[in-house]
């Protein structure tokens, strides 16, 4: 889906402008996304195994939920949207706990894919089980939860298990860091 996404700059300050995603991959042009974290009162975290149609990195494993920003929206109505859209788990907006924003500038497909976006990353528990969440056929590959422990050996192992994204273990060592405060 080509969406319409507000533009910013490389602070992360709206530009008044908007793009469709697909041009502002193409020009590298600076945009937010949402990051959604789910964890449950088990100790584990919520993980979406990207789908095998995606161009940048199919059936890798990662974040609970993840998605564009449309033009106009929140943060808050992006996550809660992206949420019920991939993995049709409704949401309130005082569910969610914001951890941070994080830059990631990423070049793919030989420069063709620009992606130079803001992770506004968040927080929830989830109170509900595996089965009852409805994964985005087009989205989502499949869904799993693993424990805080074994998150941290496959992001120990992330260059030889082809798991996680390998770059990104600072990121997912950050986020799970935030997500043990929730217990500790």
């Known amino acids: 889906m080509d969406e319409r996404i507000d533009i910013v700059d490389s602070e992360g300050i709206p530009t008044g402008k908007t793009a469709l ?12 996304t949402i990051h ?37 929206e929140s943060f808050i109505e992006a996550a809660l949207r992206e949420t019920k859209e991939e993995i049709g788990l409704q949401l309130k907006a005082d569910d969610l706990v914001k951890i941070g924003t994080r830059l990631h500038k990423s070049i ?10 803001f992770h ?12 009852d969440l409805t994964p985005q056929k087009d989205e989502v590959e499949a869904l799993k939860f693993v424990s805080f ?3 941290e050996n496959l992001l120990a192992n992330s260059k ?10 600072s990121y997912y060592k950050f986020v799970l860091n935030h997500i043990k405060k929730q217990y500790y």
């Open 21 to 32: 995603k697909s041009e502002i991959h193409k020009n590298g042009w600076y945009h937010n």
């Open 120 to 131: 506004q990353i968040y927080i929830s528990e989830i109170k509900v089980n595996l089965e």
């Open 36 to 72: 959604l974290w789910l964890y449950n009162a088990n100790n584990e975290i919520l993980l979406q195994q990207r789908s095998h149609k995606k161009v940048i990195y199919p059936l890798l494993w990662d974040v609970s939920v993840a998605g564009h920003i449309d033009a106009g």
């Open 149 to 151: 422990k074994d998150f």
């Open 160 to 169: 030889n298990n082809s798991h996680f994204i390998a770059s990104n273990s």
């Open 108 to 117: 793919y497909n030989d420069g063709a894919i620009k992606d130079f976006e």
